[in-house]
């Protein structure tokens, strides 16, 4: 039986190898605040890329990664649960107990491919595909430049079965000041599909709120 155990709601995310680590880390502190159980999914490439865009040099085991952001976020006890690429009897990998909604931010190219075929030969494969099966909402935050035919042809067909595709494009109405600016305005819009409350970027139309 899938629970809250007490949190807001529950949510899936995946982190891998693309440029953007800011991204995840953000998100992940938004969702921490808001009382959301996050399953955490961080590839090897992640790791690499982490340590090289934010100088956080993350544990490489799941319980050491766990204790890690737990501590870094503040979380409450249980509520960061991370899982090894291979943890196949982890909630994540059954419809029968995975979250609803997974978030993949960054979403590298080569998950987005896997992600296209069903490859599921890893847990943020297979917790992808299970979201599929299961309908749920399933947000890709894709980060790469250009873009071949292929990727475009895989974005196309994830977008006809529900998946939205959000490509880490900040915009600059709200006129930002510094990087972090910019990395609120794609957190903002992620949050904003995920139906959760967010006060980082004033919706058009509206004045800038307090962060």
């Given at each position: 039986?899938?629970?809250?155990?007490?949190?807001?709601?529950q949510?899936?995310?995946?982190?891998?190898?693309?440029?953007?680590?800011?991204?995840?880390?953000?998100?992940?502190?938004?969702?921490?605040e808001?009382?959301?159980?996050?399953?955490?999914?961080?590839?090897?490439?992640?790791?690499?890329?982490?340590?090289?865009?934010?100088d956080l040099?993350l544990p490489?085991?799941?319980?050491?990664?766990?204790?890690?952001?737990?501590?870094?976020?503040?979380?409450?006890?249980?509520q960061?649960?991370?899982?090894?690429k291979?943890?196949?009897?982890?909630?994540v990998?059954?419809?029968?107990?995975a979250?609803?909604?997974?978030v993949?931010?960054?979403?590298?190219t080569?998950?987005?491919?896997?992600?296209?075929?069903?490859?599921?030969?890893?847990l943020?494969?297979?917790?992808?595909?299970?979201?599929?099966?299961e309908?749920?909402?399933?947000?890709?935050?894709?980060?790469?430049m250009?873009?071949?035919?292929?990727?475009?042809?895989?974005?196309?067909?994830?977008?006809q079965?529900g998946?939205?595709?959000?490509?880490?494009s900040?915009?600059?109405?709200?006129?930002?000041?510094?990087?972090?600016?910019?990395?609120d305005?794609?957190?903002?819009?992620?949050?904003?599909h995920?139906?959760?409350?967010?006060?980082?970027?004033?919706?058009?139309?509206?004045?800038?709120?307090?962060?």
């Open positions: 039986m899938n629970t809250t155990q007490g949190f807001h709601s949510l899936t995310l995946a982190i891998t190898g693309a440029s953007g680590a800011p991204y995840a880390l953000r998100l992940l502190s938004k969702l921490t808001q009382n959301v159980q996050v399953f955490v999914l961080i590839s090897p490439a992640a790791q690499v890329v982490f340590k090289e865009e934010s040099a490489s085991h799941p319980e050491k990664a766990e204790a890690f952001l737990t501590q870094y976020f503040k979380a409450k006890p249980e960061l649960k991370v899982y090894g291979d943890n196949w009897f982890s909630p990998a059954s419809g029968s107990a979250p609803k909604q997974m993949v931010c960054p979403c590298s080569g998950t987005l491919s896997a992600i296209a075929t069903g490859a599921s030969d890893n943020i494969e297979r917790g992808a595909d299970v979201v599929l099966k309908r749920g909402q399933l947000i890709l935050v894709t980060r790469e250009p873009l071949s035919t292929l990727h475009l042809e895989n974005m196309h067909k994830l977008s079965m998946v939205t595709i959000m490509p880490a900040p915009g600059f109405y709200h006129k930002p000041h510094s990087i972090d600016d910019l990395v305005f794609v957190v903002a819009r992620i949050l904003d995920l139906q959760l409350e967010q006060k980082l970027v004033a919706r058009w139309g509206y004045k800038h709120e307090e962060k």
